[in-house]
């Protein structure tokens, strides 16, 4: 992501500014000889240097504000399209007429559980739980964790507009050529 221009010359500008009141302390604390200006002088440089700490500070609240502004509406998004996936996945698992059983077993497979995970968290063999993938599959048909996963991944993008590959649970896996 590019700076703007002005940031960058704000940021230039506060460290000048800074740089004048530490000039000013060395010069009085360490009792270092400076050429003699009038005390006019003096203060409107001062002023100037505090003003420009002050715009800086008043920049950079409200570009923290801004900042804010797009973390929430981005959490607000990832928690909009956790709804819709899982609503997604209640409409496929409804279509597919998955069994309460196999709908545990499906969910855990998106989630990326290996079959020994789920059959230790459902208290079953993994057999079972490789028999109820099978049908899951089918019930979708697909072939394998990763197609079941695409179908969800395809619905969520063309629910945002995004392109997706329309109809993937009927088409064939493409073959590998030798």
Not at 63 to 73: A, D, K, T, Y
Not at 111 to 118: A, E, H, M, R, V
Not at 146 to 175: C, H, R, T, V, W
């Amino acid at each position: 992501m590019k700076r703007p221009l002005p940031h960058i010359l704000l940021f230039a500008v506060q460290i000048a500014c800074a740089g004048v009141f530490l000039y000013d302390i060395a010069v009085t604390l360490l009792g270092l000889r400076a050429a003699p200006i009038s005390w006019q002088l003096h203060e409107m440089i001062e002023i100037g240097a505090a003003v420009g700490l002050l715009l800086g500070v008043l920049v950079t609240g409200a570009l923290l504000r801004q900042s804010i502004g797009r973390q929430q509406r981005a959490e607000e998004g990832l928690r909009l399209a956790s709804g819709a996936f899982a609503q997604v996945l209640e409409e496929r698992f409804d279509t597919w007429g998955l069994t309460p059983a196999e709908r545990d077993v499906a969910l855990f497979s998106i989630k990326g559980l290996s079959l020994s995970d789920i059959a230790a968290l459902r208290q079953t063999s993994e057999g079972t739980v490789k028999a109820q993938s099978n049908a899951i599959y089918r019930k979708a048909g697909v072939s394998s964790r990763a197609q079941l996963l695409s179908l969800f991944i395809d619905d969520l993008m063309e629910d945002n507009g995004l392109p997706g590959l329309e109809g993937n649970a009927e088409q064939e896996p493409p073959k590998k050529s030798a």
